[in-house]
C-alpha cells in the first residue's frame, strides 16, 4: 500500500517531511490541501485529520500529523539504518530537543512575525515581534557553533525539520547572513539533502513572490 500524504506545497512542515522521504527513497502519494483557500477546514478533510493540519500523513492503519511525528517514524519505520534517528539516548535526546525548538520557537516565531500578518491577515510585518525572530536566530546560531550538524556531527532528522524554517525566512526576507554559523550550515544543507533545489528551492521562489505581492498590496 503507498503511504498518503496530505501537504501543501507551500507549507513549511509539509516540505521537511518531503524532503527526508526523498532521502529515504519513499515512494508517497501526494494530495494537496490549499491551505490559503482554507481546504484544511472541509468535511471531507475534517473527518480524517479532526486537527485540519498539513503535513497529515496515512500509512495503511496508521494516521499522523505533526511533522515532527512523522518524520521520526517514517525514519525508524523505512530508514536502512538508524543514522538519521541514532538510538543512543542522549543522542536522540539533543535531536528530540532541536526538532521542538524548531516547532515552538523559531517557526513559530517567523509564524507570528512574518506569515500570519502577511499571508493571513493582509497587514504588513509584525516590526514588534522581529526581536524574538532575532533571539530564535541567535539561539540556533549557537546551537551550531563547533558542531557540522544541527545535532551533532551527522546529519539528522532535527536537520530536515530546521531547513525549511531558516529557508522560510530568507524566503520572506530576513537576512540570516549575521548568523555565520547558520548560514554555513544553511549552505551544506543544500548542497546535501537530497533533491534539495527541486522541492524546497522551487517553493520558497514562489514563497517569495506570493509574501512579496501579498506585501505590496498592504496599505501604508
Partial sequence: MVME??????SRPSL???????????NLELKEIDILGKEQYTEEYMKINPQHTVPFL??????LSESGAIMIYLVEAYGKDDSLYPNNPKHRAVINQRILFDAGTLWMRIMQCFMIPVLHQNMGVNDLLLERVHDGFTTLNSFLENKQWAAGDEITVADYCLVTTVADAEAVGYDISKYPHVSEW?????????DYDDLIQNAMDNLTSIFNEK???VEP
Fill in 16 to 26: 521537511s517531511v518531503m524532503l527526508l522521504s526523498r532521502a529515504l527513497d519513499l
Fill in 58 to 63: 496515512v500509512d495503511d492503519d496508521l494516521s
Fill in 5 to 10: 500524504l496530505y501537504y501543501n506545497p507551500l
Fill in 186 to 194: 544553511f549552505t551544506k544543507c543544500k548542497e546535501t539533502m537530497v
Fill in 215 to 217: 506585501l505590496s498590496n
